[in-house]
């Protein structure tokens, strides 16, 4: 009786370990293989993360169905140096340079589509990357009989979320506040409206100030404000 119970034994495992292989051969035939290419389309010339050649890198994130990162490279240049292994699903892929908020001087550039992979067969993702903010910059006189005129002036602008302030006296060691160099990057508002201020006071204590928006606001998108000195008619 303990014989036949150890070839019993010995044949259920033999059994375990074929079904075991047959699975890992099986499996091999589960990926399928992703090429991408990665470029980009700079409306503007931006300094940021640059490789050694002087060209943009962009990190490559590719998440599955569940919204899970299965595979991520720092430099887009390695993910496209071959095709890349994955189980049969539907992926997003990412790409991007930088981080998307609301900063002075801090460009975002990314694109991301959309790829379904199958078993044993290419699949292939062309991204091109661009700005994913809104561009804002401003202008103010630069002449001495303006600036003698004002103790302070400033244009705050809001996404709906966050806002920047550009000013005559920017607050050191604040970051949302910049001077007239500056160039503003904001999200793309949820609502599409861009509200600005304008507010100045002048060297007799006197305060003006104004609200103004801008409607139907998208990425890539650059707005610049110049003011100028008017006379305006009572």
């Known amino acids: 009786m303990n014989v036949i119970k150890r ?32 470029t ?9 993360k640059s490789s050694s050649s002087g060209q943009l890198v962009y990190r490559v994130d590719i998440y599955d169905s569940d919204e899970v990162l299965v595979k991520s490279f720092a430099d887009h240049n390695e993910a496209m140096a071959q095709p890349i292994p994955l189980l049969m699903d539907r992926y997003k892929v990412h790409a991007i340079n930088g981080e998307y908020k609301t900063a002075f001087n801090a460009p975002c550039f990314d694109d991301q589509e959309n790829v379904r992979v199958y078993p044993e067969k290419p699949a292939s993702v062309d991204l091109v990357c661009n700005l994913s903010q809104v561009k804002f910059s401003v202008h103010f006189p630069e002449d001495d009989d303006f600036k003698n005129s004002f103790s302070k002036y ?12 550009f000013s005559s006296a920017p607050v050191a060691d604040n970051p949302t506040y910049g001077g007239f160099a500056d160039t503003a990057y ?7 409206i ?3 201020t304008l507010s100045m006071l002048n060297k007799d204590g ?8 801008i409607e139907s606001v998208g990425r890539a998108e650059h707005y610049h404000l110049d003011f100028k000195v008017g006379e305006r008619e009572d």
């Open 154 to 165: 400033e244009l705050i602008v809001s996404d709906g979320t966050d806002e920047l302030i």
């Open 186 to 192: 904001l999200k793309v508002p949820e609502d599409g």
């Open 7 to 38: 070839i019993c034994l010995l044949i259920a495992c033999g059994v375990l370990l074929m079904s075991c292989a047959q699975s890992g051969m099986q499996e091999d035939g589960l990926y399928g293989y992703l090429t991408l290419d990665v």
């Open 194 to 196: 861009l509200k600005y």
């Open 206 to 213: 006197a305060h003006y100030s104004s609200v103004a928006q």
């Open 40 to 48: 980009d389309d700079l409306k503007d010339l931006v300094q940021m």
